[in-house]
């Protein structure tokens, strides 16, 4: 029965409202890469039951996978958390590049004139963006590091990108990859995009992970001294399958 003076609730606003937020859930991971409930709760000011309920949804559906928090060094008593990362189910909702289209079509030009004409077109694909990558980081406060703002230019691509200290240098990662599934099958994409963050930063890069070959964040290694040797660097636990 209806209160008099109260707004009559509509039927389908508690799922609209529960879609919304199993929505920034999913982006949530997608942005900070694999992620507790509580660290979820925490960035989405909801409380811990209520992330979980979401993500018991989002797991049915197959959008978000679990696995155990991998620890590094002494670890406290007790099972390690669960980490949520998105599969590929769940990352094709944000993806907008036509993967059956660009995949054909790379597979036709690779029969029809070899495997080093996909080379030079992925080549191609990445150079307009180096030339305002470039432009970025010339611009770049002297507050950031160059792999800040390659970070903040990749962002404004879609890539959702971060920073964070590692040893001898600092690792890229990237969260989003709009050509992800396209990559799996012509790793050219990967390669040439990592020759052109080794050409804008003046380092040889290294690549740790890739969203391409089934890990939760691409992961670029950026040593601080140049020309360093590559390093036997084992993957983050939170990127690694």
Not at 95 to 102: E, G, K, N, P, R
Not at 133 to 140: C, G, N, S
Request: aromatic share 4%; hydrophobic share 35%; glycine share 6%.
């Amino acid at each position: 029965m209806r209160v008099p003076g109260v707004p009559a609730r509509s039927p389908h606003s508690a799922t609209d409202t529960d879609a919304s937020t199993r929505q920034r859930v999913a982006s949530s991971i997608l942005e900070h890469g694999p992620s507790t409930a509580a660290e979820l709760a925490d960035r989405l000011g909801l409380t811990a039951a209520a992330i979980r309920r979401h993500l018991d949804v989002l797991m049915g559906r197959g959008s978000v996978e679990s696995r155990e928090q991998r620890i590094y060094g002494s670890r406290g008593r007790g099972r390690p958390a669960k980490v949520f990362l998105l599969t590929d189910t769940g990352r094709s909702e944000f993806y907008s590049a036509y993967d059956d289209l660009a995949i054909k079509a790379l597979t036709y030009l690779s029969d029809a004139a070899g495997p080093d004409a996909v080379t030079s077109f992925a080549q191609s694909r990445v150079a307009d963006a180096e030339v305002r990558y470039r432009e970025t980081l010339d611009r770049a406060d002297s507050s950031v590091t160059p792999a800040q703002a390659l970070a903040s230019a990749l962002s404004d691509d879609g890539y959702v990108a971060s920073t964070r200290p590692a040893a001898a240098g600092e690792q890229l990662c990237q969260h989003h990859c709009p050509v992800a599934h396209v990559a799996e099958q012509f790793p050219q994409l990967c390669e040439a995009e990592t020759d052109v963050f080794s050409r804008l930063l003046g380092v040889r890069v290294q690549r740790l992970a890739t969203i391409a070959h089934g890990d939760g964040v691409c992961t670029t290694h950026i040593p601080h001294v140049p020309n360093a040797p590559l390093l036997n660097i084992e993957t983050p636990p939170q990127e690694r399958p």
